[in-house]
């Protein structure tokens, strides 16, 4: 850590004048009483964190902003339920901010409300709290990758003993699947295998990184979180084991590194044992203080959510952020749209890669503004956590929840500008059909595309003219082996979303219609 990075609390509120004077600043998380906008407040490093719950720790804090980047220095104020974060470039702090505004971050599961402080740059008095300064300084040095000069009694940050993590799901009243902890923990770095099985009636994990660091960065930001609101916790200890033995690539168990591997015969989870290797790789029973009953266990939870929804809570989770799920409306508000470029044509099919949209309605007297209904609130969330900030037609579009339930038909009639639309008896809905493989490929916007469905006889120049002509520049293209699928890589995510908006389902004659969607591969 810089010796010129300090950390500490503040005492008296005399000294926080610099603070309270500030105008509202952008708000991270959708707060309604304030209807605050982007330009309020300039992007800074510095973010401010309010309505923190009592009690809380630096370690917490600082756990919010890992995933987005190197944190570079803190300041807590408990008397005010507050924070100071400052993260090592503005880049990271926008990030954390766009993903925030997405979805409602959560400490000991009580929201709280990040934005962006007036301040460029924290200056604190390291002499005022030593183990703010120490906890800022372990952390710092796990990022490093370096071993920690912190007091040992104030953070245990002893230098990891393995990269692989045994990770238990407390209060699992959903599934948990395999993919849903590979995107959850895939934030803090490589992994490269995964073996799931059931004990006790616990599910439980054991999750292997490319290096321990990260495997250490991971335990300390999920350790505790919750996947689900008040529900699905995670509690990840190191495990003994230092290398996992992944005999089949199936819904159980995957070794990323060797896609080659067998699915196997449908083996049950007690065949997942085997994988462990040696008996050694059993794991100890897990004592939390609470007792675990059958109703806990995987198998029971099936049907309580959709795919979409374990999507959706991946997608939040990545954050460490729990999703409200059910009992949320289904309608989005998008707002900050080209008005010129923007149809509910394009939002149906923008908006469609994450769940199906079931209705349009751009706002008559604000027609930067739409509402999208999609099939239910798991949908809305999942959309809302890609889309929000991302830039469509020149213009970076925000995405929140609506207050409203329904998106309403307008009478016969009165719509002559054509600004709503009902979809609810479209034939390209991706999420019909139950066990449909789309609810396995549900990636972030990316400027890789992947294309199927593909006419015999079309050749990659034919491909690349369609893509070129649609405004985009096409940097790279490969055919998968039976030529019906494609990757195809526009210079841009903004392009790449452009080009997945004008050519989902293009019609390329003799009933073959394109099927466009975000790719997690790259060329």
Same mark, same amino acid.
């Given at each position: ?185 895939? /934030? ?82 007690? /065949? ?252």
């Amino acid at each position: 850590m810089d010796g010129d990075v300090a950390v500490g609390v503040k005492r008296g509120s005399d000294e926080l004048n610099m603070y309270s004077s500030s105008p509202p600043s952008m708000t991270a998380n959708g707060s309604d009483t304030k209807k605050q906008r982007l330009d309020e407040s300039p992007p800074s490093r510095v973010l401010h964190i309010r309505k923190l719950p009592n009690e809380v720790s630096e370690t917490e804090v600082i756990a919010l902003g890992l995933p987005f980047g190197k944190v570079t220095n803190i300041l807590m104020l408990k008397g005010k339920n507050q924070a100071f974060l400052e993260l090592g470039t503005e880049e990271a702090a926008i990030t954390m901010v766009n993903y925030y505004t997405a979805v409602t971050p959560q400490v000991r599961n009580t929201p709280v409300f990040i934005q962006y402080s007036n301040h460029k740059e924290l200056k604190t008095d390291s002499a005022l709290n030593q183990r703010a300064q120490a906890v800022l300084q372990a952390v710092s040095a796990v990022q490093d990758g370096s071993s920690p000069s912190s007091d040992p009694g104030v953070l245990d940050l002893a230098p990891p003993p393995s990269p692989v993590l045994r990770i238990i799901i407390d209060n699992m009243f959903y599934p948990v699947t395999l993919d849903v902890l590979q995107q959850i923990f895939s /934030k803090f770095g490589t992994v490269m295998k995964i073996i799931t099985f059931t004990k006790n009636n616990q599910f439980q994990a054991l999750l292997q990184f490319s290096d321990p660091v990260n495997a250490q960065q991971a335990k300390l930001s999920l350790d505790g979180q919750n996947i689900y609101n008040s529900c699905c916790t995670l509690r990840i200890d190191f495990s003994k084991l230092v290398n996992l033995n992944v005999k089949y690539n199936n819904d159980k168990s995957r070794d990323y590194t060797r896609p080659d591997l067998p699915t196997g015969d449908g083996e049950s989870a007690n /065949k997942d044992h085997s994988l462990l290797g040696t008996p050694s790789g059993a794991l100890a029973s897990y004592s939390s203080g609470g007792g675990y009953s059958s109703s806990l266990s995987l198998s029971q939870g099936g049907g309580a959510i959709s795919p979409l929804s374990a999507a959706a809570a991946a997608a939040a989770a990545a954050g460490r952020v729990a999703l409200s799920g059910s009992g949320v409306s289904g309608v989005l508000l998008a707002s900050n749209l080209n008005e010129e470029m923007v149809t509910p044509q394009s939002l149906f099919t923008l908006f469609g890669v994450y769940g199906d949209v079931q209705r349009v309605k751009i706002l008559y007297n604000k027609k930067d503004s739409a509402l999208i209904q999609l099939s239910d609130g798991n949908q809305a969330q999942l959309a809302m956590s890609h889309l929000n900030g991302q830039k469509v037609f020149g213009k970076v579009m925000r995405v929140t929840l609506s207050k409203h339930q329904t998106v309403a038909l307008p009478r016969e009639g009165l719509d002559d500008q054509l600004l709503t639309k009902d979809f609810s008896g479209s034939p390209l809905h991706r999420f019909k059909k139950p066990g449909s493989k789309n609810f396995q490929n549900i990636f972030p916007p990316s400027a890789t595309l992947h294309l199927s469905n593909v006419r015999d006889g079309v050749g990659e120049d034919d491909l690349r003219l369609l893509f070129s002509n649609s405004g985009g520049t096409v940097k790279a293209f490969k055919f998968f082996q039976d030529r019906k699928m494609a990757l195809i890589q526009m210079t841009s995510v903004e392009e790449a979303i452009q080009t997945l908006m004008d050519l989902h389902n293009y019609d390329m004659g003799g009933n073959h219609h394109l099927k466009v969607s975000f790719s997690k591969s790259t060329i």
